[in-house]
């Protein structure tokens, strides 16, 4: 090596919701390099095979286009890992690093089973030389790790690791990756190093300017993803934390947001009070973030950052118990219609979803809850309701749930106005625009008085609800 290869051939582990929008828009955007997007989950492949592109397994704006402009062509959804690996000059790796659920660094470091498969997988099929790129949210030196494995087999082939962070969010992933703030790629720093990033520094170039290509070492590159997510979320959970000192002094937390958003050295995005943020990153980063200080002894920085998590847990907490008292102290029996599962809208994930603690904290006193989300399928509602009572953390006040509990109290609808007939309050949990368009009006006909609407993501007007007779509740207005 030491040379630019030119890529032809790329492979990407993992087919989910950053390995398949990533490689899709590579696809289209370098119709002369042959993307295989592999996955060891057949459904999954078959789903992205769909010649029905509303099958696709994770919806986001603009992406079934994408898809139907390459796939065929020269992207590729496929289960055969070893052909794929063995073709291709560049292996993305992009599975899934869930925080270890046991054993040492439970509930804190980062699961990496699936990564060292991935790897032993790598150094036992490949033949010729090969750049492998992580995508997936990892802690640092997950890549020296990497590097360990693969060049244990003694089968004299040349793997350069990079880190190669995605920064792309969910419900906005396609206009992220056509149009990204910046790329970041961390490689090392001898000429074979530097060799690999040029190389995949080139598949970007054509479409992403150069200078907004940020090239590393691999640890800062590491480093940094976790940093940007910390302080994301630090800035969800610093505005959630005013909004709860809102409602005792009568401000309202959106014009607090506005006005401070205004100083361009604070800036006006992610400055949006909620029922908490959610998603598989924020938390999994920090939480990352809290283990490597503990283990290189800072514990300062560690409760620093674990901070903003716990802020995050007492937002979606305060919810759901601003739900009860309101409810005069008790929710058991009563109908409470959820509007949205997902962890925010234009998406059908739900992991880490606020919706999940909220129902928990309401099932605990034997809330009825009847769901409506457009994207999120019932299965996907009950698969989270269970994991959560199997993995319970301390944080999470109550007792497990049975399974049978949980089907009785819970039903999820495919029509938010049958979901609303007959409740005692609305929660707004995600915050969809189709929320904002509803006929309140009729809603409010068809439910039992007082009828409550407690709004977790501040999407419909108060004032309007409240000239109809609904009692509103909203995040952060006194
Ligand atoms: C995040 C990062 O933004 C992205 O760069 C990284 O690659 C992955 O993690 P994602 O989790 O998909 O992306 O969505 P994001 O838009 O960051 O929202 C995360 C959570 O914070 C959501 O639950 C969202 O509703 C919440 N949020 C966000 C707020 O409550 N208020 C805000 O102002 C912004
Ligand atoms: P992310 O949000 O990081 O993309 P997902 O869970 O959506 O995470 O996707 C990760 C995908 O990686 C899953 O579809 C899973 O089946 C796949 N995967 C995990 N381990 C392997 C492996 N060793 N080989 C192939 N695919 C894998």
């Not at 802690?139 to 190669?164: C, D, K, M, W, Y």
Request: proline letters at 3%.
């Amino acid at each position: 090596m030491g040379e630019t290869r030119i890529i032809k051939n790329i492979c990407c582990i993992g087919a989910g919701y950053v390995g398949g929008p990533t490689m899709a828009v590579i696809a289209q955007k370098c119709p002369h390099i042959k993307v295989t997007v592999v996955d060891l989950n057949a459904q999954r492949i078959a789903d992205w095979n769909d010649a029905d592109l509303d099958k696709l397994p994770i919806y986001e704006p603009g992406l079934a286009d994408v898809v139907a402009e390459a796939r065929g062509r020269n992207l590729f959804f496929s289960t055969d890992v070893d052909k794929a690996i063995d073709e291709a000059q560049m292996i993305f790796i992009s599975v899934n690093t869930p925080t270890k659920t046991y054993g040492v660094g439970k509930g804190m470091a980062a699961d990496l089973k699936y990564i060292e498969l991935c790897a032993r997988q790598i150094a036992r099929v490949s033949k010729d030389d090969k750049i492998i790129v992580e995508k997936s949210t990892l802690p640092v030196r997950t890549a020296e790790a990497l590097r360990t494995i693969l060049t244990s087999t003694g089968n004299h082939v040349n793997f350069q690791v990079l880190s190669s962070p995605e920064f792309l969010a969910e419900g906005t992933a396609v206009t992220d990756l056509h149009k990204p703030d910046r790329v970041l790629i961390g490689g090392d720093a001898d000429a074979e190093g530097q060799a690999a990033i040029e190389a995949l520094v080139a598949v970007y170039e054509n479409w992403v300017p150069r200078e907004r290509i940020i090239t590393t070492r691999v640890w800062s590159s590491e480093l940094s993803k976790l940093t940007a997510n910390a302080f994301l979320a630090q800035r969800v959970s610093s505005i959630n934390a005013i909004s709860a000192l809102c409602e005792k002094t009568g401000a309202d937390v959106d014009e607090i947001s506005r006005a401070i958003g205004a100083d361009s050295r604070i800036g006006a995005k992610f400055l949006k009070s909620s029922v908490g943020f959610g998603g598989s990153c924020f938390q999994k980063d920090i939480l990352n973030l809290v283990y490597l200080c503990q283990h290189f002894n800072l514990p300062e920085v560690a409760a620093y950052w674990e901070q903003v998590i716990k802020m995050n847990d007492y937002q979606k907490h305060r919810f759901a118990k601003k739900i009860i008292d309101s409810l005069f102290n008790t929710v058991s029996g009563k109908k409470i219609a959820f509007l949205g599962w997902a962890f925010k809208k234009d998406t059908n994930d739900t992991r880490e979803s606020a919706a999940i603690y909220v129902a928990d904290e309401l099932l605990q006193d034997r809330a009825e809850i009847h769901i409506y989300d457009p994207k999120v399928r019932a299965e996907q509602v009950f698969a989270d309701l269970e994991y959560l009572q199997t993995h319970r953390k301390d944080a999470i006040h109550g007792v497990s749930l049975t399974t049978d509990e949980i089907k009785n109290l819970v039903k999820v609808h495919v029509n938010p106005y049958t979901a609303m007939r007959s409740a005692h309050a609305i929660a707004i949990l995600t915050e969809w625009d189709e929320f904002k368009i509803y006929d309140w009006q009729k809603v409010y006909g068809q439910m039992l008085k007082p009828a409550f609407v407690f709004d977790g993501r501040n999407v419909v007007s108060k004032t309007e609800l409240e000239e109809i007779g609904f009692h509103v509740y909203n995040i952060g207005k006194g």
